[in-house]
């Protein structure tokens, strides 16, 4: 069965520096990967997907991720990070019946 | 934009009140979902409707019902709530039924939380 994990709960960043968030899959063919952004006091909003073609996506607010099928990776990345950055992030994979399944998310930090 | 209004932010409810949850979303969306957001787990899926009257269990239905009569209104219902239905609800749309069709993007609510006592 498909299944997406996120190692990290929580993760702190000073303002300024890089980040990378991640996320690993089980997935039987080639996967389908998002990440979504969940603001304080917002809905999720969706920063990127992978569906096919080159393993490194852009997304919205600066985020880029890679899918590196060699480990099963699909890690989001930023440069630099600013305050507004501060979230709560997950990945998502579809399951067998087209369904989302969600990663339980990532809680980024951000240090002044 | 689309927008996915989501009635109650904050409720808190006595355990067996009967609870309704309602959704709507402006974009004319076939798609509509019902979320439940626990820290840890993620977001698990507890109903889903591909069309007016249709309905789709998830992966955590029990416990719930949904209903959806007009196509941009999405409910939610407990029935007798319980404790551990303590949560904060978020309710989705999408134009496709399958994810991976045109973007591939779900659009959500702001949540409810919902505190049972």
């Known amino acids: 069965a498909q299944s997406v994990t996120q190692p990290d709960i929580h993760i702190t960043v000073s303002e300024g520096a890089s980040l990378e968030l991640r996320c690993n899959y089980s997935y039987g063919a080639t996967p389908y990967l998002f990440w979504y952004v969940q603001s304080p006091g917002q809905g999720l909003q969706l920063l990127l997907k992978?569906?096919?073609?080159d393993t490194l996506v852009q997304g919205i607010k600066g985020f880029e991720a890679e899918f590196k099928r060699s480990q099963s990776s699909f890690n989001l990345r930023k440069p630099s990070v600013h305050w507004s950055d501060a979230a709560e992030y997950f990945c998502?994979?579809?399951?067998?019946?087209?369904?989302?399944?969600w990663g339980a998310g990532t809680k980024l930090i951000i240090k002044p | 934009d689309v927008k996915v209004t989501q009635s109650s932010r904050y409720l808190v409810k006595r355990t067996g009140e009967k609870v309704f949850l309602e959704c709507v979303q402006d974009m004319d969306h076939e798609n509509m979902f019902w979320y439940r957001q626990d820290p840890g787990l993620g977001l698990r899926l507890i109903y889903f409707s591909y069309d007016v009257k249709m309905k789709e269990k998830g992966d955590i239905p029990e416990g719930y019902s949904v209903s959806r009569e007009k196509k941009e209104r999405f409910s939610l219902i407990l029935e007798s709530a319980s404790t551990n239905q303590t949560s904060m609800y978020l309710c989705?749309?999408?134009?496709?039924?399958?994810?991976?069709?045109?973007?591939?993007?779900?659009?959500f609510g702001e949540g409810s939380r919902l505190t049972v006592l």
């Open positions: 998502a994979v579809p399951d067998s019946n087209y369904q989302l399944i």
């Open positions: 992978y569906f096919s073609g």
């Open positions: 989705a749309s999408s134009l496709f039924w399958y994810p991976l069709e045109g973007t591939g993007e779900l659009f």
